[in-house]
């Protein structure tokens, strides 16, 4: 009887008991196990013949590529490549995106379709993982996806159906009057810090335009700055400096620094050691300045987290707010623009008077009496 497929292409089996929707089963050539034994493998079912041989061929058409890769063959061969191109960290939350994919590792990437990976993010979803680590998980999927697509071990981006919990919008917290007076009273103690911060809080500059600024900067007369980053309603904008953090810019002005904030650099050795001022950047002031005064003071969060150097805007807005600062000269100082309402955006003008006067009204904090 001549054989129906040459050796080591595999075979078909039909299974006629009749409960099957996809009696045709479709096995590999036999394969040594790891125990010594051969053994087939199911490659998969077909409903039809014809689809049967379909799959069959296509094996044998891909077979020693990756036709047969699991998930985990895929993404080791991915990541050696991927990881060399990224940063550290972006590697680092990759790699925990991936180890949240455990369950699907051995599974064969060409059998994988979105309700796998949906169960895997209903799974964190129930467990109360962060959206962020959830957005992780969906990214890694889709790239791994996309890594398949391209040796066409499956048609489509499987993973890009995924869907993610609705995001949870948290109400921005500011420092309380309790925490901003505890960083007064350190600012007046000397804490160079401190003395940052309260600047911060009180004239309402993002931390990168407050970094920027440098003593050309500043005009002695209106006791003003003029800058601004971001947007155009942000660049240029003039901003005073309120009557009790005066001296501590006052201090600044006075370093003679390349720009106002400036940290001391120790360069060479021996007889040519000396101290440099360098400019400080948003990411050094985060790490080395802001977060380690605030731990030292004690000051966080209700929720224990730690605050980050945007908070300062707020507070500004805020005390803008409580004191009776007109909002659209607010909005002037924080660099936004005007809301859409005709009046203010075409006909409402702000000068520079206006905006000196709002500032001296702006008083330093009060703790709240309980």
Known sequence: MKKRFPNGYGSIREYKDGNRANPFIVFTPLKRCSDGKRRREIIGSAKTE??????LADYNKFKGSKLNF???????????????????????CYRAAWK?????HNMKIRTLRSGHFQEVI???????KSLSTMRNVKLVSSM???????????????????QLPAEEKKEKEIFTAKQLETLEIAAECGNKVAKLIVILCYTGWRVSEFLSLTAQDYNAETKAFTGGLKT???K????PVPEHVQPYVDELLGRNGPKLVCRENVVGKGKNRRIE????????????????????LGIKQTTGEAFTPHVTRHTFATICRKQGVDPLVTKKLLGHSPAADVTEKVYTHIDDEMILFAVSQIKKAKAEKK
């Open 236 to 239: 240029n904008r003039v901003v």
């Open 144 to 162: 791994l996806e996309k890594h398949a697509m391209q040796y066409d071990i499956i048609e489509k981006n499987y993973a890009d159906f995924i």
């Open 232 to 234: 155009e309603s942000g």
């Open 100 to 104: 949240h994919l455990d369950e699907l």
């Open 70 to 92: 699991t998930l985990e063959d895929l993404y080791t061969e991915w990541s050696k490549k991927a990881y060399q191109s990224i940063s550290k960290s972006t590697a680092d």
């Open 277 to 296: 001022l360098v400019p400080v950047t948003s990411d050094y002031f985060r790490k080395f300045m802001f977060s380690p005064c605030l731990d030292a």
């Open 122 to 128: 209903d799974r964190m979803t129930d467990e109360g």
């Open 50 to 55: 014809d689809e049967a041989l379909q799959m």
